[in-house]
């Protein structure tokens, strides 16, 4: 698993908690995929895209998980439920 | 079809034969009537310029859905640097009209629907999606006007749509029918309404639990039996037929407004675009308005151009533009002004691809850019008035100054700056009058308060996207709020000098 962060110039979510969470879980650690973690909406971490262009790859930008507004504490649980099961959140 | 030229722009409304009254009166040749025609002109300028090599990168883009050239207005963005373009197209016609051109109403609602419809039908199983994309290959085709169409007239606004005495205050479905709905109510305000080909509706409000007849998107032609218009009045409408080009002021363009009347209009299945989805209507409502807070920093400051510009040649005619007050003042505007292209231009480059593929603005920035928009063309016409002074509101009209008795004298007696023919300095205080408070002071200044919603909305939006917990995050670590006190107290120490 490999983590994208934007620059932080303005996050409504914490990154790094975020970032930490997926890390600590060993299943998520040995997958082949990309998270990009934007702090908000503008979604740098993904070069401005709401939604990943491929499947291995999630976007987080800001409240958004793949274009789906979601609340902060629901991101991790639902970005592990998407690639345990590869289901909408 | 390629991109229709004006003429052919002018024929095609006029084939609509729509069903338009002013003053009272069903209008036949509404393409010439002299109150509408300069909006129409306006219009037309979108088709002029985009066939000119010398704008076609502002005013045409590529369709992602055919691979044409098209006129931009058409366009689903699918870039920042497409949103930016807009700003600037829009930039381009305010200066070319100085006034409202009303062709972006429709672009932002293609645009604001284009990933409603998707959402909806990830959501719901519906196939809105692809009859919209249908539809706006249509309207890309065939070079088309759509009107965007919102604002319902709302009655008391204290209530939902579905609690008004009269259900009719809300546009909604008043039947369901194996081919298509039935729709009843009108939109309100309607720029360009009755120069538009096209009419795309949407919810105007957050449609809640009870208003499901009220979340209702759909398309229909212009002339649709049981559509009618009722023409908006301007201030100064009538100098327009008095056959006089200087006391209009700006002759050639103008905006125009009208409420529309949908009086059992049938839609097809297949030009409904949502018919009941509540949960999405908020969504519409957001979008299109986001998209349209965005325009605004195009379209004002292009007119805002003309203003400085026109203020600058009153002062000129004055023979005061070398008071170093009047230059502060010109630059003042031109600073206003410069300041809200930023924020069009900001929320432009911000923008994000959306799941459904086209860009949207940035959210918070499009209202930044409004809600300085609801502020800033008045300050630059206040500017405008005190430089322009007096005159420009108590001068005779163009009859006495050709009149036999009173002409010589009304020449001789406003002369400015003396190489300045007295007529020429008549054009520019009308051409500011017009601007300030004339008829294309309904776009530039009320249209700057309300279009778009009116400036609560945006401090809402401001409020609900500006991430405070962030900010006083930001200050609590800068300040230490919450770290022990008892280290504190053990490294104070007096100043030396004290």
Known sequence: ?89 | MALRTPEDFVQSIADLDLEIYLFGERLDDYVNHPVIKPSLNCIAMTYELAAKPEYEELMTATSHLTGKRINRFTHIHQSTDDLVKKVKMQRLLGQKTGSCFQRCVGMDAINALWSVTWETDQARGTDYHERFRTYVQFLQDEDLVADGAMTDVKGDRGKSPSQQADPDLYLHIVERRDDGIVVRGAKAHQTGACNSHEILVMPTVAMREGDEDYAVSFSTPANAPGIFYVYGRQSCDTRKVEENELDVGNARFGGHEALMVFDDVFVPWERVYMAGEIEFSGALVERFAGFHRQSYGGCKVGVGDVLIGATALAAEYNGAARASHVKDKIIEMTHLNETLFSCGIACSAEGVRMPAGNYQIDMLLANVCKQNVTRFPYEIARLAEDIAGGLMVTMPSAQDLFAEKTGPWVEKLLAGQCDTPTIDRMRIMRLVENITLGTAAVGYRTESMHGAGSPQAQRIMIARQSNMEHKKELARELAGVGKPVDALKARLRKPASV
């Open chain 1, 1 to 89: 698993m490999r983590i994208v962060f934007c620059g932080g110039c303005n996050p409504v979510i914490d990154r790094v908690a975020l970032a930490d969470e997926l890390r600590a879980d060993p299943a998520l650690a040995a997958l082949d995929v990309e998270i990009d973690i934007s702090g908000c909406s503008r979604s740098c971490a993904a070069g401005q895209q709401l939604a990943g262009a491929t499947p291995d790859v999630l976007v987080v930008a800001g409240r958004h998980l793949d274009g789906r507004l979601l609340e902060p504490s629901e991101l991790a649980a639902a970005i592990k439920r998407r690639l345990s099961t590869g289901k909408e959140t």
